[in-house]
Structure formats: structure tokens, C-alpha cells
Nanobody, 127 residues
Framework: QVQLVESGGGLVQAGGSLRLSCAASGRTFSNYGMGWFRQAPGKEREFVAAISWSGRSTYYADFVEGRFTISRDNNQNMVYLQMNSVKPEDTAVYYC????????????????????WGQGTQVTVSS
């Protein structure tokens, strides 16, 4: 069973920065792609960023506009989301997700294909 535990959320002022972390356990982390999603109150869960199993490929939602960076440390079984220049509209619960397919060539940008999810971490951006 794969376990994902997010941390690093909190309250931040607009224009500030946060670094979200996701600790993975339960299988060989380095063989699977990872993603970050978010869900604001009353809205559907949406894609934020994803990284391939090797770390060589990344993909971001359009609204990121160069403000966020996804990365992974396969030695530590960690994936990160560095969030800079945050905006009030970035307020949401952020979820870490793990791909179900071993060494998938493509980077997944929808919830389909992500089998394992963390419990989420709240990010609140004040104006």
C-alpha cells in the first residue's frame, strides 16, 4: 500500500512563497510519476503540476505561469512544489498523487491514472 503525506501548507500573503512537500512510502518511489493537484471550496479538483518518474519531464497547468516548480528527490522518496508569487486564487487544499503505471513515458495531467492520493495540505493566500 502506498502512503503519501503532504506538508508545508499554511497562511501566506499574496506575493509570498511556500514549499509543499510530499513524503512517499510503500513502493519503489523512483519508478512512478508524481503530481500535484488542488481543490478550492465548491470547485473540482484541478491539475497543478506533474513530474515523470525520472524527473526529466515536468508539466504545469497554464495558471501556474512560471510561478511554481515541481521537483523530486528519489533518494529521499520526496516530491516538492515550490510556490512563488502566490495569489489569493491559489488558495486551496493541495494534494500529492502517485501514478499507477510503472515508468510511464508520459506525464499525467488529469486525475485519471493517479491511484494513490495524500490527505492534502491547506494553502491560504491572503490579499
Amino acid at each position: 500500500q502506498v502512503q503519501l503525506v503532504e506538508s508545508g501548507g499554511g497562511l501566506v500573503q499574496a506575493g509570498g512563497s511556500l514549499r509543499l512537500s510530499c513524503a512517499a512510502s510503500g513502493r519503489t518511489f523512483s519508478n512512478y510519476g508524481m503530481g500535484w493537484f488542488r481543490q478550492a471550496p465548491g470547485k473540482e479538483r484541478e491539475f497543478v503540476a506533474a513530474i515523470s518518474w525520472s524527473g526529466r519531464s515536468t508539466y504545469y497547468a497554464d495558471f501556474v505561469e512560471g510561478r511554481f516548480t515541481i521537483s523530486r528527490d528519489n533518494n529521499q522518496n520526496m516530491v516538492y512544489l515550490q510556490m512563488n508569487s502566490v495569489k489569493p486564487e491559489d488558495t486551496a487544499v493541495y494534494y500529492c498523487a502517485a501514478d499507477s503505471l510503472l515508468r510511464r513515458a508520459a506525464v499525467l495531467t488529469t486525475t485519471t491514472g493517479y491511484t494513490f492520493w495524500g490527505q492534502g495540505t491547506q494553502v491560504t493566500v491572503s490579499s
